[in-house]
Nanobody, 124 residues
């Protein structure tokens, strides 16, 4: 019933920018947290950022602070991840996920609903 769909991935050169979108359907999101995760080849899945949909509070992993920005559009039930000054180590499949509750958690096991992922490749 609750479904998430990511879009916006692609190939970009180092230093470039991309904006990812996560459209959520099925339920109202006032009591949910939406997170962005990524998984690089041969690496564990990593929490990148999350947002309390009702209050708009945010959290970022240290490696993306100052470069990435998470936001939401309450009218559209959509969460965005603006990625700037991209680095090759940002490469991976990016997933959005949802969990009930407002805690700003970046642990994948705390999230119940997942999108299919979108590929982000940062390379010259």
């Amino acid at each position: 019933q609750l479904q998430l769909g990511e879009s916006g991935g692609g190939l970009v050169q180092p230093g470039g920018s991309l904006t990812l979108s996560c459209a959520v359907s099925g339920f109202a999101l006032n009591y949910h947290t939406i997170g962005w995760f990524r998984q690089a080849p041969g690496k564990e899945r990593e929490g990148v950022s999350c947002i309390n949909f009702g209050a708009g509070h945010t959290k970022y992993v240290d490696s993306v602070k100052g470069r990435f920005s998470i936001s939401r559009d309450s009218e559209k039930n959509t969460v965005y991840l603006q990625m700037n000054r991209l680095k090759p180590e940002d490469t991976g499949v990016y997933y959005c996920a949802a969990r009930f509750g407002g805690q700003l958690l970046l642990h994948e096991k705390q999230y119940n609903y997942w999108g299919q992922g979108t590929q982000v490749t940062v390379s010259s």
